[in-house]
Each structure stands twice: as C-alpha cells, then as structure tokens.
C-alpha cells in the first residue's frame, strides 16, 4: 500500500499529490488528497508537493513538501518559465538513470530484450551541448524563447545553459545592435512585418558560427553582423506568409560561406542554413561510432540502404564497410548536401519519399538503416520493409517509445541483437535509441 498522503492543504485552491511517476511529457504524476490524478511539471517520483489545478489533469507546482534526494537546484535562472528545459531539477545521473528505467520498462512491455548485451545509455556534457537555438524577437522588445505552454509570450533571456557560451554572446550582440538601430520586430497577434527569429548554428568540433536572420521581405544592414567574433556565414531567411510562424523561409546568402561545418569521426561535414543535423555532436559521435562497431560484425559486405539520411551523417560515416550506398530523402535541399558531402565516396542519394522509393524493385541491400521523424515509421514502410526481409535492420530513433512500436511490428521476421540508447538532450526527458535486428532464420 502506497503511504498515505500529508493532510490536505489548508489552502482550499491547492492540493496535495504523491508523485509516482512521469507521463509521455516528462512530467511527475500521482493521485490528490481530493481524489483524481494530476500532471505536475517540474516534479519527481517519491516527492509529495503542494499543487494548483490548472486545465485538464494538470497541476501548477507551489511548493514541494517532501523532495526526491535528486532534487537539485536549477542551473539556469530561467528555468521553470522557459519552455526549453523539463528536467533541471534532476541531478544529472539521476537523469540517466530514470531515461534507463523508463526504456527498459517499456521494452518489457513489448517482450523485446537485447540479445547481445543488456541495454545501458552513453552520456553526454550535461550544459552547453547543443549547436542550434532559434531565438524569437518579439514586438515589444522581448528576445529569447517561449514561455512554458504559451505561444504569445517571450522569455528574454539573458543566458541558456544548453549552448556554449560564445553562441548565447553572439545571440544577445545580434540582438544588441537590432535595438540600436531600431529595427522592427514582427508582431505575431496583429501579424506586422519584421525580424522574426535568430537562428544561431555552430560547430562544436571546428568552431565555425552561422547566423541566419529569419524575417518579412526587408533589408538588414551589414552592421548587425560585421566584427561579430567566429561568424563565417550570414543568411536571412525572407518569410512573406505573415500567418506562418516558422523559423524557417527562403535562404538569401549575406555574407560568409555558403554552409557552416561540423566534424564527425574525422568526416568533415557542410550544413547548410536549413539542414538538420543532430543538436548534439558529441553525442551523434557516439552514436555514429556505434553503428560502425555494430555492421562491422557483418558476414559479408554488401550494400546500404540509409532510409531518411538528411545530408548523409551515417552513409558517409559507413560508407568504407559496403560495397554500395544508397541514401533516400524527401527533402531535395538535403539531398544537395549530403552529396556535397559524399564526394569522393561511392554513394548515391536519391530525393524520393521512403515508401515510393522501397515499392519499385531495387539492387539487394545487406542491411538497411532507418531514422525517421518522431512519428516513427509508417504501416506502409514496415509493410515494406517486411516484404524486401533485410538481413540486417539500424533502427535510430529521436523517439524511444514510437520506435520501440515500430520494432515490436518487425519481431515476427526480425529479433533484438542490441540496443543502446544516447543522451542526445540532457536537461530533458528525450533520448535517442539505436537497435540493430537481424532477420530470423
């Protein structure tokens, strides 16, 4: 029997709730002294807080009146109003220890077990790891990020402890000099042109900094930029749909290099403005590493097939252990840079949807790499992907729980080698997963 719970608050507005465990969210949930459960953000398992119920199933945390050893003091003093970082409150290893748990819960779930060795996490720096922040200028003179659960409020921020400090230097010079020169600032609710975003790129093994502007049709003066200290590529990025509020629009080069680069395992990477790469190079090492000691146990050689490859991470980094690669992704701009950055490699990157291009016949593949979006694979994909029976299948998933889904749907032809997971985002609840399947005799 759970212990019980402290005598209700003698606030009648406030509740008093035993977290037990985290949702999907990351958030700690648990029963209330008035019956019922609730979300709590900033929470742990084992602690009981004091609670206001907002929305929904989910509760606004007031004071916390047993806390979890783990709890910690937040690093950041933005933390808790930020919509950036969940899990803060968390000691680091604390952190890993429950992405472990978590796994290996739902891996039970799903009858899947490693066969090879038992499931562990690689770590990562706990601050300063990530190489892209989207900074949002607001129209009344706010710049930073979103404020927890609201789209029309701004945190201004005056540090990130996710970023290196020269990248948070460079956001708040930029942002400096737009003031001085009173540019204007997009209002979102009347949907007025102007700067909309800052979108700040750097490469954590080589150095290099891009800075891309995402605004209404304007012109921005070379001042906003000019002596900025490692900047090598300037972009802005013209949005004119003032109902779309993305940090993304059509690439115009300003000044610098046409990509910014990144080196993994001795590969030189270009990124272009508008590229994915992995928001942790460190840990995309690890993980890059990883996938070679894992194919390079193969029988034979073979070829390749790297479904959702983006500007080509792991076919580059495979490359020397196939005979052929082939690189699939839907996204042409992508497509462009991944070839940019196989020259020289015997690899071809084809611009094509996954299950359009698995439906027509293909030259054999040893083994078939997949990293899709956090949606995971779709039933058409799985379904061919059954029908081809791949000896070998990577499965690199940004979202644990969907890919586990997608696993357990291949059990039937494939079992459970390995898995480890990566530490992509510390301070959060997300971790990335890689499994390598083989194909049932």
């Known amino acids: 029997m759970p212990d019980a719970l402290p005598a209700r608050s003698k606030h009648p507005a406030l509740r008093v709730c035993r977290i037990e465990q985290f949702d999907a969210k990351g958030r700690g949930t648990g029963p209330t002294d008035t019956g019922g459960r609730l979300a709590v953000p900033y929470t742990i398992p084992g602690e009981v807080v004091e609670v206001e119920k907002l929305r929904r199933q989910?509760?606004?945390?007031?004071?916390?009146?047993e806390p979890s050893p783990v709890r910690i003091e937040p690093a950041c003093a933005h933390f808790g109003v930020c919509g950036g970082c969940a899990w803060q409150h968390i000691d680091y290893a604390a952190q890993r220890q429950l992405k472990l748990d978590q796994i290996r819960e739902r891996l039970s779930a799903l009858d899947l077990c490693p066969e090879e060795e038992s499931l562990c996490l690689e770590p990562s720096p706990p601050y300063a790891y990530r190489n892209r922040m989207d900074f949002i200028w607001w129209h009344d003179g706010r710049f930073g990020l979103r404020e927890r659960g609201k789209w029309f409020s701004v945190v201004d921020l005056h540090e990130c402890r996710l970023l290196p400090e020269e990248v948070m230097h460079t956001a708040?010079?930029?942002?400096?000099?737009?003031?001085?020169l009173g540019l204007p600032f997009r209002d979102a609710k009347r949907q007025t042109p102007g700067l909309r975003y800052l979108v700040v790129r750097r490469g954590i093994f080589t150095g290099d900094l891009m800075v891309n502007f995402v605004s209404d049709p304007m012109d921005l003066p070379a001042s906003l930029w000019e002596g900025l200290e490692g900047v090598t590529s300037v972009y802005q990025l013209v949005n004119d749909n003032l109902e779309n509020d993305l940090s993304d629009g059509i690439p115009a080069r300003l000044w610098g290099n046409p990509s910014y680069q990144e080196r993994i395992l001795d590969r030189i990477f270009e990124v272009g403005p508008r590229s994915f790469f992995q928001p942790n190079p460190a840990v995309a090492e690890k993980m890059a590493a990883y996938v070679r000691d894992r194919v390079s146990h193969r029988e034979r050689r073979g070829g390749l097939l790297d479904l959702y490859c983006g500007i080509g991470l792991f076919s580059v980094c495979l490359a020397d252990l196939f005979d052929h690669v082939t690189g699939v992704e839907n996204n042409p701009e992508a497509v462009h840079w991944a070839r940019i950055n196989a020259a020289g490699l015997p690899i071809s990157f084809v611009a094509d949807d996954a299950e359009t291009w698995l439906a027509s016949p293909?030259?054999?593949?040893?083994t078939l790499l997949v990293d899709p979006p956090r949606t995971g694979l779709h039933p058409r994909v799985i379904q061919a992907v059954l029908g081809q029976l791949f000896p070998n299948i990577v499965y690199v998933s940004c979202n644990p729980g969907r890919g586990l889904e997608d696993i357990a749907a291949l059990a039937p032809h494939y079992r459970l080698h390995s898995a480890r997971l990566f530490d992509q985002f510390p301070q959060t609840p997300h971790v990335e997963l890689i499994a390598f399947l083989v194909r049932r005799n």
């Open 172 to 180: 708040l010079e930029v942002n400096r000099r737009a003031r001085a």
């Open 362 to 366: 293909r030259r054999e593949f040893d």
């Open 58 to 65: 989910e509760g606004r945390l007031r004071r916390v009146l």
